[in-house]
Structures are given as C-alpha cells and as structure tokens.
C-alpha cells in the first residue's frame, strides 16, 4: 500500500473506499481536536473537585460515601468493554460478513448500559444516605464530575445504537467506517477520563 | 391539578409582567419607557423585516440560498451581519450609558440603577460574544480559505451549526430586550451576586444560555478553523508561506479551543447552582466564588487574544498591500503570534489582583502581563518596517491600520501599568480600566474588523465601497475614541468607579460631558458606516472590480474573480513563495488557463445548521423561564437532527468540468481585454480589479 492510503491516523482500514483517504484523516483529525477540548473540560473539572474536596460543609464527606467495591467493579467493566471495542474494529477489517463487527458493538453496547446502571445504582446508595449535591461544596463537584463522565458514556451508548442502525440500513460504507473510527476514539477517551476519576476520586477518597 | 401548577407547567415563570411594556404602563417613568421603547423596537424591527421578506419575497432566496448554505463565504457574510447588527445595539447601549453619567452628576439622569445595570451587562456581553466574536469568525471563514487555497473550510455543515447557535446566543440577547430583563452582573456575571440568593429572575438565566450557545458555536468554529488551516492546505502552501492573517486566525483558533471549555464549565456550573441548588459558587455550604473567577478569566484573558490576534493580521495584510511591501519580520511576525498565544494562558490572575492572593503570586502574574508587551512590541515595529519606505496609499483600512498603530500602544502601556499589582489596587474598579480596555479594544479589535471589512468587500461583493465616505467614518471613529475615553483616564485616576449610575462629585462634569460627546461621535462613525455601504451598493455599477484584484493584492484570495465563484479556485494553485499571488504576477504567471478542468465536488446546502441552532434557542429560552417541555423538545430536536443527518449519504453534488472551465475562460477574457489600473488610482472607477505591474520593484 502506497503511504497516502495510510495517512489518516487511526485504524488502517484496508479495503476500496468510496471517499478519498485525506477525507478519512481530515475527519479523525477533527475528532481528536474535538477531544483535547473536551479533555480541558474535564481537566478543570477535576481542578474544581480538588479545590472543594475539604468542602463537606458537614454533609457526609468521601470516607463515608465511596466504596472501593462497586467502583473497581466499574472500572473493569468500563476497560473490558474499550478491549471488545477494539475487537470490533479488527472485526471490522478483517470479516466481511459484518456479524462480529455488530456481535462485538453489541457487547461494547451492553458493557456500556451496565457500567451506567452501576454508576446510577451508586449515586442512588448516596441519594439514599442524604448526600446529595445541595448539600455541600464537595458534593457539588462530585455531581459536577463523575455524572459528566457518565452522561459521555450515556451519550457513547446511544452513538453505538445510532451506529448499529447504519450499518443495518448502509452497511459498512466509507462513512460508517469512519464513524465507528471516531467512536473508537471517544470511547477509549472516555476509559482514560475514568481512570482519573477512579484514581483521583474513589481511591484517594477511601484510601488517601 | 392546580391552575397555578399547570400554568407553570405550560409557561413556567412567563407572565404579563415580562413585557416592559406593560411594566412601563403600570410604572410610567423614564427609565420604564425607554426600557419600552428597545423592547417596541426589536418587536417593530422583527414586523419590519417580516414585512419587508414578504413584500420583496424574499422568503425563498434568505432559506435556501443563504440560511442553508454550507458555503464558508456566505457563512462568513451572515456572522458579519450578526456582529452589524449587534454592535448597532451595543454602541446604542453605550451612548446611552454616557448620556446617562453626563446627566447624572447630583441628578437622577434618565435610566434608573437597574436599568443601568442591564445596559452595562448587556454592553459587555453583545461587543464580545456577539459582535466582536462574530465579525472575527466571519473574516476567518471569508478569508483564510481563500488565502490557503482551499476550496471550503473542513467541516462545511459543522461550520453552518457554529453560526446557527451563535445567532441563536444573539436571538435571545434581543429577546431578553422584549421579554422579561437581562442580567444585571456585567458582562463577566460573578457569582455570588448573580446566584439564585441575589437574583432569582430571569435575567442571569438570559446571560447564561446566551453565553453557553455561543461558546459552544466558537469551539467549534476553533476546532474547524484548524482542522482547515493544518490540513486543507494548497500544494506548496506551507505553514511559513501562509499570510499572517491566516496565521492569526490559526492561533485565535487554537485558543478558542482550549479557552471556550473553562467559559462553557463555568456558565455550566453557575447553571447548575442557580437550577439544581449546587453549592460551587454560593456564599454557604462550601460554596467557592473564586473557583467561577479563576474559571472565568481561563477564558477570558486568552479571549482577550483571540480578539485581537485577528485584526493584528488584518493590519499585517492591509500595511503590506497598501505599503506595497512585503511584510518586514513575517517570520518574527509568527513567533510574536505564537507567543502572545501561549502567554496569555499564564496571565488571568491579573483581573483580580485586589482578590486576597500573597504579593508573590501576583508578582508573578504581574511580569507574566508585561512579558506580553515584548511580542506586542515586536508586531509593531514590524508594522511600521514595513511601511517604512514603501509605496504607501492611505485608503480607509490603511488609515485605520495606522491610527490603530498609534491608538493601540496608547492602551498598551495603560495595560503594562495596570499590570503593576500596587498600581492596579489604586485605580482597580474604576473607570481608568475602562478607559484601559477599550482603548485596546476598539483600535485593537474594532479598527481591524472595520479595516478587513473594508479591504475585503470589494473581494466579496465586486464593488468597491466609497472610499469617501470610509475617511468620514474613519475620522469619526478616531476623534470620537480619543473623547470618549480620554476623559475616563482622568476620571479614573480621579476616584470614579465603574458602573456607577449616579455620580456625587460635580468635578467630574466637564469629562463626563466631553466623554459623551465622543459617544455621539463614536455613534456618528457607525452610521456613517452604514451610509457607505447605502452608497456603495446604490453606486456599485461604477465601482465594479470583476477582475478581482483591485489593491495590487499578495495573497492568493486576490487571484480569483470578484464576487469568487461557489468552488473559490478552478484549478487548485501550487505556491511556491510567500505572497503567492504577487509573485504569479511578476512572473507572469497569473490570469493563465489551466491545462485541464476536472469535475469540483461542492457541499449540497443543509437545513440541520438552521435546525440545531434554532432548537437550541428553542432549548435555552425555555430554561430560562423554566418552561420544561420546551426545553426538552427543543433539546431532542437539535440532536434528532443531527442524528438524522447521519443517515444521509446524498450531500454533495458536482459541478462539471466544463462549466468550470467555460467561467473561467470568460474570466480570464475578461482580465485580458481590463485595463489595468496604477496603484494610484485604485480609488477610482478606473479600477476594474486588475492591477498594474511594477516590475521595478520585483528587483528590490
């Protein structure tokens, strides 16, 4: 293969493609911009978590409120479904017959909802507890954060069904291609943004 | 359910009492009528132009030639109609603000406080988030694809969904004039004042959603401006042979993506404690008003860049194409833009050194400021190295060019001194910063969109606009700057704080009453503009350019017609030198046939941008008066869109070979029969839009 076909950065997808390869980079080029501003956004998010951590204005503060259990649960969850993510895209390249791209979008799918509902069922344990963001500083920017993080994923969940959709009504076009490549991104962005979050919130709550 | 309950649920906090209308018929004074009277005239305005739409039907050509299109000139044409029209209000606003302080002295004046409050609130808000935001994003979309040689920016629908949320930010800044108020905590809108405790109508909320739309459409423009600019690049076009105003526009790019997001968190988080009851910014319950502070100044000193760096580069092309010059120092030119791109990063904490932090870390902060003048400097130097010696013509965007030089360093050195933490806790809050910034701000910001507007609508449209009328307006504009703002130095240095409604020291009046003067003339300036393109356009036939190249032009945006055709380039060009087009010209390469046309493949028009951008005004209005349905269904009706879009493949279509081929052809006759024109009569109807060469000054 010639170097231009190999010049969007990502995935080398190597198969006729309706859209000239530059298109390919230009877009995932876009993405990646898309995703340093949306680091800084969670950069400061984390900044403001920092300075409101001694802000419990007495309201149940980390200590109290994070359990090692369920978040490592989450998070291993969360990094299996960035591996079947990956296998999705290999199956991408390789297999013609689309059904362990789909197969493989479905798991990455259900990993997804099921991070999502253990996430939900932490912040309802806390609801139940009486901390809530109204209470204090501190749990404002918890509630300012980690939701964030699960409103992305939320929003990547609805980005695989909007995918699997396509690829029912266009198969795996140029397009879809390049939108299962932007999703790839964005889901092992959001992996990252949580290991910060499991480390900076939950590990330095309960053991710092 | 209640009546109360279901009215809410219908129309939230909406009742009669938000049309100052009916507040100025229960509560006849003048500030209640004059607050009326700018909401007859939005709600007059809006008939009007529905009117006027209808009667001209105009209805079809506004959707689906314009409001639709992904074109990045047309694009770039409505956001400068957006910042026409806001900055027409804005500067209305400020007149008012100064006709106010000259009357107020021992005297109740004309507004009251509130009101007052709102004027200076909205002020700030409309000239830099929808009016000089706007402009700066319209020059860069006109301009730097035609300068590197591209035929579009890199997201064409993307960049039609920055203009619709901006013009949706705009439409609810003008609504918030008809319906209900605005906020009254200034442009930068500090917590803990404008949190629920203090403020519990709408007013922040109109501030907020205004905001967040617009720094939602600037990230993105950020994003795709550089995407354009680093991969969109004609052949030979590298990043050391860009015009500077591409250079500029890369840097303010680059900004904006980095300084929107601490913008978007902080309207975000104020959203969420005046909503939700969160605790970020409150007085109580661990609530941290510096947190919004810090937030907000991470956006707002580099915003402070991504205005001016614009103009720097406007400047940097009209003096060299005036000064008929190369620009001296380019390259000095582009690290001086880089740096003052990452310097002003590592200054924010010079908006509140008087906020408790040790005298170190304002020292600190304080030589980070200074440091930024180094850069400056060098740019003006550059600046006038390059006029040094040079064929100069004083044409409208040169004048301004020039008296921006002069005006600017003026505001420079203010700049250097507030950055002196001791001086800054003297003269902090009062009207000397005020004189400070907008003597930055109007040469350094307002000047250079004048100018670019000036030196490029000839590029855009194919007429010049009257040169005379532009010198009338010039002459305005600088002589209404230096009095309107002088005297606030001296008034400043004097004891007078800022925002203040009513003013007790009768010392004051004769500055003030100067200073008011100047607004009359600032305002003088802006219909004079206003007069210019009247003219212009009515005496368009004798002024026509077709040729493209009225100004003797280096970059490559003057080596194609004037109006350009929708694909801007027929052939791609290959550069090969810095001022491209200049040396095409020189050595005889320019206005030459391509040996083949191909097939240009051109984004087909899209209703999405208009969708999202009008469904999440949609969204913000019904957060701002809680009403949850509308807000909901205008939420789901901008990502549906967006969604649905996904699923088309049928968006582009081609324009053939041949007729590229037979325009450019017809062009091309059309340049070889033009007469060319000597640069010293470009102001005249002699100027066809094809220069004389000065094959002396090649050599040199």
């Given amino acids: 293969m010639s170097g231009s076909t190999q010049a969007h950065i990502g995935l080398h997808l190597d198969s006729p493609d309706q859209s000239p390869p530059e298109d390919a980079e230009l877009g995932i080029y876009g993405f990646w911009i898309f995703l340093m501003s949306d680091a800084v956004l969670f950069a400061l998010l984390f900044a403001i978590y920092g300075t409101q951590l001694a802000a419990t204005a007495g309201a149940p503060g980390p200590a109290a409120e994070f359990k090692l259990g369920p978040a490592l649960t989450e998070t291993v969850i969360l990094l299996t479904s960035s591996l079947t993510y990956g296998l999705s895209g290999i199956a991408l390249k390789y297999d013609r017959t689309r059904t362990t791209l789909v197969l493989w979008l479905g798991v990455t799918l259900l990993l997804g909802l099921a991070f999502l509902g253990f996430e939900l069922h932490d912040f309802a344990t806390m609801f139940g507890d009486g901390a809530t963001p109204d209470r204090s500083g501190f749990l404002s920017a918890f509630f300012a954060l980690v939701p964030t993080h699960g409103l992305h994923v939320a929003a990547g969940c609805i980005w695989i069904v909007v995918m699997l959709i396509q690829i029912g009504v266009h198969g795996t076009d140029a397009r879809v291609k390049l939108d299962l490549l932007r999703l790839g991104l964005f889901w092992h962005f959001l992996d990252i943004i949580w290991i910060a979050i499991f480390s900076i919130v939950y590990l330095q709550g309960t053991l710092g | ?700």
């Fill in chain 2, 1 to 700: 359910m209640t009546d109360a309950a279901l009215r809410y649920a219908l129309l939230g906090r909406l009742d009669a009492h938000a049309l100052p209308f009916v507040r100025a018929w229960e509560n006849p004074n003048l500030s209640e009528i004059i607050g009326a009277a700018a909401g007859a005239m939005v709600v007059i305005g809006a008939v009007v132009l529905v009117a006027l739409l209808t009667w001209m039907r105009w209805w079809r050509p506004l959707f689906l030639d314009w409001l639709t299109s992904l074109d990045h000139k047309k694009i770039g044409i409505m956001y400068i109609v957006i910042a026409g029209v806001m900055l027409s209000r804005a500067l209305i606003e400020a007149v008012l603000m100064r006709a106010q302080q000259s009357l107020a002295v021992n005297a109740p004046g004309i507004v009251a406080p509130e009101h007052f409050a709102q004027l200076f609130s909205t002020h700030g808000t409309i000239m830099i988030f929808f009016m000089a935001m706007p402009f700066l994003t319209g020059l860069i979309n006109y301009v730097v694809p035609l300068q590197i040689g591209a035929r579009d920016v890199a997201f064409p629908l993307l960049n039609s969904i920055s203009l619709m949320l901006t013009a949706g930010g705009a439409g609810l800044v003008m609504i918030s004039l008809a319906i209900g108020e605005f906020s009254t905590g200034g442009w930068s809108g500090y917590p803990p004042y404008t949190e629920r405790a203090f403020q519990p109508g709408v007013g922040p909320d109109y501030w907020i959603w205004a905001i967040t739309l617009s720094s939602l459409g600037t990230t993105l423009s950020g994003l795709n401006f550089a995407a354009t600019i680093y991969k969109k690049r004609c052949p030979g076009m590298y990043l050391t042979r860009m015009p500077l105003f591409c250079w500029t526009a890369l840097c303010t790019s680059i900004l904006m993506i980095f300084a929107m997001p601490p913008l978007t968190l902080a309207t975000a988080l104020l959203a969420l404690d005046r909503y939700l009851g969160f605790h970020f910014f409150t007085n109580d319950l661990g609530g941290n008003m510096m947190n919004y502070v810090n937030l907000f100044w991470l956006f707002g000193h580099p915003e402070v860049y991504i205005l001016i760096l614009p103009a720097f580069g406007v400047f940097s092309e009209v003096i060299s194409a005036f000064s008929s010059k190369e620009l001296y120092g380019y390259k000095s030119l582009i690290i001086a833009t880089m740096a003052i791109a990452v310097l002003s990063f590592t200054v924010w904490l010079h908006h509140f050194f008087t906020m408790g932090q040790s005298a170190n870390v304002n020292a600190f902060f304080g030589v980070a400021t200074m440091t930024i003048a180094v850069p400056t400097g060098v740019k003006v130097y550059d600046w006038i190295w390059t006029m040094f010696r040079g064929e100069l013509r004083f044409t409208p965007p040169m004048l301004f060019s020039v008296a921006f030089i002069m005006t600017f360093v003026l505001g420079g050195i203010t700049g250097v001194m507030l950055a002196i933490p001791p001086i800054d806790f003297v003269v902090h809050n009062s009207v000397f910063l005020v004189a400070h910034f907008h003597n930055v701000l109007i040469p350094g910001l307002l000047y250079g969109m004048i100018a670019g507007y000036q030196y490029w609508f000839p590029k855009a449209f194919g007429f010049r606009l009257s040169e005379g009328w532009g010198k009338v307006s010039f002459g305005c504009w600088v002589v209404g700057f230096y009095l309107a703002f002088m005297p606030l130095y001296v008034l400043g240095l004097g004891g007078m704080a800022r925002r203040t409604q009513s003013i007790l020291d009768p010392d004051f009046q004769p500055w003030l009453t100067v200073a008011v003067i100047g607004a009359f003339i600032l305002l003088a300036g802006l219909v004079t503009l206003f007069v210019q393109l009247v003219v212009s356009v009515r005496d368009r036939e004798q002024n026509r350019v077709p040729v493209g190249d009225p100004w003797d032009g280096r970059g490559l945006e003057w080596s194609i017609p004037a109006p350009p055709p929708e694909y801007n380039f027929a052939t791609i060009p290959t550069v090969h030198r810095l001022d491209a087009f200049y040396w095409f010209k020189a050595d005889g390469r320019a206005y030459k046939p391509a040996a083949t046309y191909t097939d240009i493949v051109v984004p087909k028009n899209s209703w999405v941008g208009p969708i999202v951008g009008g469904a999440g005004a949609v969204c913000a209005f019904g957060l701002v008066w809680h009403i949850g349905w509308m807000s909901l269904s205008g939420f789901a009706l901008a990502w549906l869109a967006v969604i649905a879009r996904s699923f088309v493949r049928d968006t582009h279509r081609t324009i053939p070979a041949a007729e590229v081929k037979a325009r450019e052809e017809s062009w091309l006759a059309l340049a070889a029969r033009t007469r060319p024109v000597p640069r010293q009569l470009e102001e005249s109807s002699a100027n066809l839009g094809l220069a004389e060469p000065y094959p002396a000054e090649v050599a040199a």
